[in-house]
């Protein structure tokens, strides 16, 4: 698995970006999400051109990263997973864009954190699509209020809304639902669809699609 598995990925992002029969938009991009990889694994991928890559853990991010931004500076991290608010610090500090917005008190330390260190991190809010007891991510119908604090309370850079559909149910219209949702609350980019469904959420509007093992293979653990 690697660079082969990431050129047919990239060919059926174009294949169908061309079937989203929306207004005209930017080519959605991708996040190799690169969770469980080592840098063995990574460097052929970036060698092939792809920079935008994707962690769920800080602590394991923090691991591997820092050498390869080093060799590759103009490569872009995005956290993609659950962020505790004990490891804002560090997360400010590693990643260049974070998908996984999803409570007023870790808005709060976003926004201490970025003050303190200068800068402010494009957000993605993760919206809790499925309406899902286990899953995080904001409840949709309080997502209006939250973006409205995001933005005018804290002044936080939202770019867009984040989902994870849930498992083995069709994500069709999980997809249509969060692009409704992020339309109604002027936000336009989604961050939606893994190595099952991103052709999917292509077509229905992603701006990243985050896939992992279509490009790395089976992971032993998520
Ligand atoms: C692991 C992960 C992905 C990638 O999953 P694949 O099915 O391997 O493509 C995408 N998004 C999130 C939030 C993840 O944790």
Known sequence: ???KELDQVWANMAQAAKRFDGAEREAPKLIAVSKTYGPEDIVPILEAGQ???GENRVQEAQSKWPDLRAQYPDLV???IGPLQTNKTKDAVELFDVIHSLDREKLARHLK???????KN???FIQVNIGEEEQKSGIAPDQCAEFVRYCQDDLGLDIQ???AIPPAGEPPAPFFARLVELGKSVGLEKFSMGMSA???TAIEMG???VRVGSAIFGARDYN
């Open 1 to 3: 698995m690697g660079a």
């Open 51 to 53: 920079r935008d890559f």
């Open 77 to 79: 991290l995005h956290l």
């Open 112 to 118: 201490k954190e970025m003050e303190a260190q200068g």
């Open 121 to 123: 991190i494009p957000l």
């Open 160 to 162: 867009g809304l984040m």
């Open 197 to 199: 469904d991103y052709e």
């Open 206 to 208: 992603a701006s990243y």
